[in-house]
């Protein structure tokens, strides 16, 4: 059973850090390609970065771009996000998703979800 948990979320003032974590069971995250996407309430899921396992390049959105970045434990199956200089815009719950054939950095693209973990940035 492919399984993908998030945690490392909380509440922050901004400029301030933290690293999310994904940990995937059930499945080779190597092989997949991977995205950390974020929902604010009331708005669409966007994707924030994401990884194609065939040419090895990394995408960031615009927003975060400088800011967060997405590395791999590929031995302990495990995606990171590290999410610096916060913004108050930065809130939302942010997934991380794999795919078997990355095409674009939007949640159509891939099959497998986490649960998400809560992300607030709040003076």
């Known amino acids: 059973q492919l399984q993908l948990v998030e945690s490392g979320g909380g509440l922050v003032q901004p400029g301030e850090s933290l690293r999310l974590s994904c940990v995937a069971s059930?499945?080779?995250?190597?092989?997949?390609?991977i995205g950390w996407f974020r929902q604010a309430p009331g708005s669409a899921r966007e994707g924030v970065s994401c990884?194609?396992?065939?040419?090895?390049?990394?995408y960031y959105t615009s927003s975060v771009k400088g800011r967060f970045t997405l590395t791999t434990a590929d031995a302990t199956n495990t995606v990171y996000l590290q999410l610096n200089s916060l913004k108050p815009e930065d809130t939302g719950v942010y997934y991380c998703?794999?795919?078997?054939?990355?095409?674009?950095?939007?949640?159509?693209?891939?099959?497998?979800w986490g649960q998400g973990t809560q992300v607030t940035v709040s003076s």
């Open positions: 998703a794999a795919a078997g054939l990355f095409r674009l950095c939007t949640p159509p693209g891939f099959t497998s």
């Open positions: 990884l194609s396992r065939s040419d090895g390049n990394t």
């Open positions: 059930g499945f080779n995250l190597s092989r997949y390609a």
